[in-house]
């Protein structure tokens, strides 16, 4: 059973940063795209980052392009996403993505992020 185990939510101030993490288990991370989706509370989830197996690609969605970082160290079996420039439109529930070499997706628990002074 594939595992996604997140980290690093929380409430931070409009302007701050925070940095998500999450770790993977029992399957092949290395061979697996991870993404970051979030959905705002009456949202659709959308999709915030991408980055590939490799790490050698990333992709953001606008509103997040130019503060976000999609990171990964596959050593480690762990996505990151780094978000500074803190807005109180960032605010949702943040869920870590695995889509395996099988195109199956694997889901994170999620994690509530809060942007509020």
């Known amino acids: 059973q594939v595992q996604l185990v997140e980290s690093g939510g929380g409430l931070v101030q409009p302007g701050g940063s925070l940095r998500l993490s999450c770790a993977a288990s029992r399957f092949t991370f290395s061979n697996s795209v991870m993404r970051w989706y979030r959905q705002a509370p009456g949202k659709e989830r959308e999709l915030v980052a991408a980055i590939s197996s490799l790490g050698g690609r990333t992709n953001y969605a606008d509103s997040v392009k130019g503060r976000f970082t999609i990171s990964r160290d596959n050593a480690k079996n762990t996505v990151y996403l780094q978000m500074n420039s803190l807005k109180p439109e960032d605010t949702a529930v943040y869920y870590c993505?695995?889509?395996?070499?099988?195109?199956?997706?694997?889901w994170g628990q999620g994690t509530q992020v809060t942007v509020s002074s």
């Open positions: 993505n695995a889509l395996s070499e099988l195109g199956v997706n694997y």
